[in-house]
């Protein structure tokens, strides 16, 4: 089988190798997905130290039925908020980031559904719909309640940052390969 671009011999269907030209190119992934790649790791980060901190700032507040401190009512709406601003942004800059990732393994002549599995974001999103669902259901006490929840979140930016650092590494390694043929190759 051979490249429709190049003409190069393939061993296989789908192979990623890179076309070559007459004179070595190296590649380097493009300054935006470096950047990009950090934007959605950080959002990851955030995300799980706003669900610790809503937790906190939650069971601080008095048991149900007792008066609230207007203060305090005001912190956890002003923590609540955050963090939803913060989810808001995971998902915007993880799809972003996704779809990134995929166009630049396909610029590299590799399948992009390899490089970025899709079962972290199925965890992501069923940990969301969980943490909704479970909130009054648990039979669990306040306390027990909000840590579950909690751990539930933070298992969900866990599973982000997972799919972030394993999709750079992937999507890293299939550079490197790129550019050992391209160095590699003898030149026309």
């Known amino acids: 089988m051979r490249c429709s671009t190049c003409g190069s011999e393939l061993e296989f269907a789908r192979q990623g190798h890179t076309c070559r030209s007459s004179t070595p190119q190296v590649f380097a992934p493009p300054g935006g997905w470096v950047i990009g790649t950090w934007v959605v790791a950080t959002f990851a980060v955030v995300y799980m130290a706003c669900a610790v901190i809503l937790a906190v700032v939650t069971l601080e507040l008095p048991a149900v039925g007792e008066p609230v401190p ?46 970025i599995k899709g079962w972290f974001l ?18 669990l006490s306040a ?13 969900a930016g866990l599973f982000l940052l997972a799919n972030v650092l394993v999709g ?7 550079i490197a390969d790129a550019n050992r043929q391209v160095l590699q190759a003898p030149s026309s």
């Open 143 to 155: 306390a027990g309640t909000v840590w579950v929840v909690t751990a539930i979140r933070v298992t």
């Open 70 to 115: 207007a203060g305090a009512l005001a912190l956890v709406l002003t923590v609540s908020a955050a963090w939803l601003a913060v989810l808001v942004g995971t998902i915007v800059s993880q799809v972003i980031w996704n779809r990134q990732t995929r166009r630049l393994a396909e610029r590299y002549g590799f399948d992009g559904s390899l490089v």
């Open 168 to 174: 750079r590494a992937r999507l890293l390694g299939l």
């Open 122 to 139: 199925r965890v992501y999103a069923a940990t969301v719909v969980v943490t909704v669902c479970l909130q009054g259901g648990l039979g």
